[in-house]
């Protein structure tokens, strides 16, 4: 079952962050995988569209439930509500299985299940605060995070907490990493988690603003002489870049921990080390687009890196693994092609 979940279920449901997973060595595979699984199950509850709001942050707190040692019949419930009516195939199989996953949760070994528990609760808290924060999807209305602070707090909760857990999970598996200091590791950990989801905050502003949520500030975009609603527009990019400058540097400031965090993995962990190298490779990649993209308000361009360009992205940092200078130097190559944004 746990294989199936890793080249099966994981698969549909994430391809990038399955060759994450896939590459790691077998004693993270579980609890790294499993984690996401539960919070891939979570996002399915609170983006679908097939049932309430309100039923949705129900189906949440059960899971959530679960998580605080309640028993696992939850799950036929929301496999039950969810499962039959979902339109894409993976994430219907991943709500059906559920109670599989479940069951591989509890034979692991405590400290893994306590674990896997606050990592999932505190991403889950942050879904809860989408579903209460932002008007339905059909509502024809715009709510925005107030300041940066309530962005800096939301990529916590959904993205930098789970660099928290990746470190605790490799401390524990892996000897080569014990001796990490793991106060600074976790907090790189933050920033590499609030990196990357930045990167789908500044990617994704069109998208989300017409499911009624803009992730931008509004007292930034106030000092701007604009309101969320503006942004519907794509003539608006010149008007907010600035603000979309500030938000890509510290998106920047994010990386360079996270690269930091992949440079301290020792050279014998190599899985390791690409597992953390390949998200922020390909996340460069993608904010260099984001940062020349003429038409980044607009929901008919979205930003995309092809496949091919991700696979030879992965290709060349495996053959550089082994060296710290050769594997920053491809960080670096990446970086530059954001020009002065520091």
């Given amino acids: ?157 959904v993205a930098g907490c789970a660099g928290e857990f990746w470190t605790a999970v490799c401390m524990a598996h892996r000897p080569g990493l014990a001796r990490w200091d793991a106060a600074a590791m976790a907090a790189r950990g933050v920033r590499f988690g609030k990196g990357l989801q930045m990167t789908n905050v500044l990617r994704d502003v069109p998208r989300d603003l017409r499911i009624g949520r803009c992730y931008l500030p509004r007292q930034d975009l106030r000092r701007l002489g604009l309101a969320p609603e503006d942004l519907l527009d794509p003539a608006c990019l010149p008007k907010v870049r600035p603000l979309l400058s500030d938000l890509l540097r510290l998106t920047l400031e994010h990386y360079e921990e996270g690269w930091a965090y992949t440079m301290a993995i020792p050279r014998p962990e190599a899985q390791i080390r690409l597992a953390c190298a390949w998200p922020l490779l390909i996340g460069l990649q993608t904010l260099a687009r984001i940062a020349h993209a003429p038409n980044l308000l607009d929901p008919e361009c979205p930003v995309k890196i092809p496949r091919p360009a991700v696979y030879r992205l992965m290709a060349r940092s495996g053959l550089a693994v082994f060296s710290n200078r050769v594997l920053t130097h491809h960080y670096a190559c990446l970086r530059s092609r954001l020009g002065t944004y520091r």
């Avoid at 996002?43 to 707190?61: G, M, N, Q």
């Fill in 1 to 157: 079952m746990t294989a199936d979940l890793l080249s099966g279920i994981l698969k549909g449901v994430s391809r990038s962050f399955y060759l994450s997973v896939a590459i790691l060595p077998r004693s993270l595979r579980t609890p790294i995988g499993l984690a996401y699984l539960f919070a891939r199950a979570a996002d399915t509850i609170a983006d679908t569209k097939i049932v309430s709001r309100a039923e949705r942050l129900e189906h949440l707190e059960t899971l959530r439930g679960f998580f605080r040692g309640a028993g696992p019949a939850g799950a036929l419930r929301i496999r039950e509500a969810l499962a039959p009516r979902q339109t894409t195939p993976a994430e219907a199989e991943l709500v059906s299985r559920l109670d599989e996953c479940l069951a591989i949760y509890c034979g692991l070994p405590p400290e893994d299940r306590e674990r896997i528990a606050r990592v999932v609760l505190t991403l889950t808290d942050g879904m809860r605060k989408d579903l209460t924060t932002f008007p339905g999807e059909d509502e024809g209305r715009l709510a925005a995070l107030e300041t940066k602070a309530d962005l800096d707090r939301y990529t916590y909760l």
